[in-house]
């Protein structure tokens, strides 16, 4: 149901900020859900009056970084594929600060490919692959839904009936695009002040909660999901005519007279082919603090500022290419560490990156096995228990190992009987998928006496014997240094061997192997951090 919401709010949203019921300007509206490549340059400021006293001072230099302007510049190949840098307009105010300590200018380029994405700013020399989130509709469903939500936003463009009261339509005049083309347009300017703001915001919510298309794209998307989401639209539709019953009390005229203002500006500049070329957003709002009389309240006031031009629509979109070279995931980064390097020590994308491995709270960074630990969590292979635990110290049984390896080496499920084991009984049921798999790829084998004893705490040559076996060439010539090498059982032998000499596995204090010892989860973990490391090497 959360995805559902999620898609409910975010059609709410582009329904709420549709065209106004200007006849060039809807039909322009309309037209632009049907571009599907396009170039645009976006200028979006803001600029907001507010007490700072107290405040971080970072926050001062975001507000005057925003207050100069940001800058998206995006070229979108198709739906799928789309190249964008976020820049600065005026990047002085914070170039050498806390907030970027490097003299180079802070920008921030992106890669959209289907639901991957990726990340570099300027201080960086690769992009990061931001591991994608799961889609909430498979590719054909989120297609079959782009055009049920399309057809419902021109359902509710062609019924919107708000009369705006100042609009200024003005034909012939020329845009000239960042590509260096013309384009003779008609130029349509409507201005709100507070009071129509008010009735034209009450007039949506109205307008929202009896819009019959709602009702259409739920039961629309409760077909493609199988969930039923019909309960929703009542409640969505109650909410929105509650909230317009609720402004209605508003006296706006009472507002006005203590000082409150708001002034906006919409303009549009559409092409003969009915597409818009250029856009033009104002906004101007003050709210003194004394409106709501011992409020306490600063007086506040904010004044948004976003243009934006695009050209190029429907047409061949090009932009360099993201080469693998270029790239670094986080796969990689948990397999080899020194490819942090590749992002600057105050790169936001390295920050990102740092947070994608989170640690346990009982493996510290001072733990012996915190980086083969956090890496593997990062990349799902382990998993930890209730308080943010690993529990490292813990003896990890026969089945708990086996689990952790077929899940670190991906190994497929497998129809394999286990019923052969004399103690077939005693595998757990969130186990028997995992044994199978072992069992079948000889990952694993049955004791002498027909047992797998997957309960029983594996043993430290076992546990480098069932991965070295079948994973690490043969080093039989490899002298053995470990001062309990006797005490290493025969068949267990060339896998320590070979264990030793790949680096995959060392003794414990004193020089000691220790083959007989039980294996715990920290130890579990490392070896097979390191089978995992070897293999991504060899790839």
């Known amino acids: 149901m ?3 919401w999620l898609l409910i709010l975010l059609l709410v949203f582009v329904l709420s900020g549709c065209a106004p019921n200007v006849a060039i300007v809807g039909e322009a509206m309309k037209s632009q859900l049907d571009v599907t490549s396009y170039a645009s340059t976006t200028t979006f400021a803001l600029d907001a009056d507010v007490p700072t006293d107290g405040q971080d001072a970072r926050v001062g230099l975001v507000l005057k970084a925003l207050r100069d302007g940001v800058v998206f510049d995006v070229q979108q190949k198709d739906e799928q594929h789309a190249h ?6 005026n990047p002085a105010s914070i170039v050498g600060t806390e907030l970027w300590p490097s ?5 921030l380029e992106f890669y959209l490919e289907g639901n991957e994405v990726y990340l570099k700013s300027s201080l960086d020399q690769k992009f990061l692959h931001v591991p994608a989130a799961e889609a909430p509709l498979s590719p054909e469903m989120q297609k079959e839904f782009n055009e049920l939500a399309k057809s419902v936003v021109r359902e509710y463009i062609d019924q919107f009936g708000y009369p705006f009261k100042n609009v200024i339509t003005t034909p012939n005049v020329d845009v000239t695009l960042p590509d260096g083309s013309k384009v003779s347009t008609t130029h349509v300017n409507i201005t709100l002040d507070l009071e129509e703001a008010h009735e034209l915001l009450v007039y949506y919510l109205e307008n929202l909660s009896k819009f019959d298309g709602l009702d259409r794209l739920m039961t629309g998307i409760g077909e493609m999901t199988g969930e039923d989401v019909t309960p929703v639209v009542p409640e969505m539709k109650a909410a929105l005519a509650q909230a317009a019953n609720a402004l209605k009390l508003v006296n706006v005229k009472a507002l006005a007279a203590r000082g409150v203002k708001a002034d906006i500006s919409a303009e549009y500049w559409i092409s003969a082919d009915k597409r818009i070329v250029q856009d033009h957003l104002k906004v101007n ?9 011992d409020s306490g309240l600063p007086n506040l006031s904010l004044r948004l500022d976003a243009a934006s031009q695009y050209w190029n629509h429907n047409e061949p979109v090009q932009y ?5 070279d270029r790239v670094v995931t986080v796969e990689q980064l948990a397999f080899h560490p020194e490819k942090f390097d590749a992002f600057g020590a105050a790169s936001p994308v390295r920050a990102l990156a740092e947070l994608a491995f989170a640690p346990f709270d009982d493996v510290p ?6 980086w083969p630990v956090t890496a593997l969590r990062t990349v799902g292979v382990v998993s930890g228990y209730d308080g943010n635990r690993f529990l490292p110290s813990r003896p990890i049984t026969r089945a708990e190992f086996v689990a952790m390896a077929v899940n670190a080496l991906g190994l497929e499920p497998a129809e394999e009987n286990l019923s052969a084991f004399k103690d077939a009984q005693q595998i757990p049921a969130w186990a028997r998928e995992a044994l199978q798999a072992a069992v079948h790829t000889k990952l694993i084998r049955g004791y002498s006496d027909g047992t797998l004893r997957p309960n029983q705490p594996i043993t ?3 546990l480098v014997a069932i991965l070295t076996r079948a994973y690490l060439p043969p080093a039989d010539n490899f002298p053995l240094s470990y001062v309990d090498r006797d005490r290493i059982p025969h068949w267990a032998l060339p896998a320590v061997k070979a264990a030793t000499a790949y680096g995959v596995v060392s003794g414990r204090d004193g020089n000691r192997f220790a083959p007989n010892d039980k294996a715990t989860r920290a130890e579990a973990a ?14």
Do not use: C, F, M
Not at 285 to 293: A, M, Q, R, S, Y
């Open 460 to 462: 430290r040559a076992e």
């Open 2 to 4: 959360k995805r559902t």
């Open 103 to 107: 003299q180079t200018k802070p920008a």
């Open 526 to 539: 490392t070896l097979l951090y390191r089978i995992l490391r070897t293999l991504h090497n060899a790839q």
């Open 365 to 370: 960074d001072s733990h012996w096995a915190y």
């Open 84 to 89: 964008g840098v976020i820049s600065l307009k």
């Open 285 to 293: 709002l003050n709210l003194p603090g004394d409106v709501i009389p």
């Open 320 to 324: 360099p290419a993201l080469t693998h």
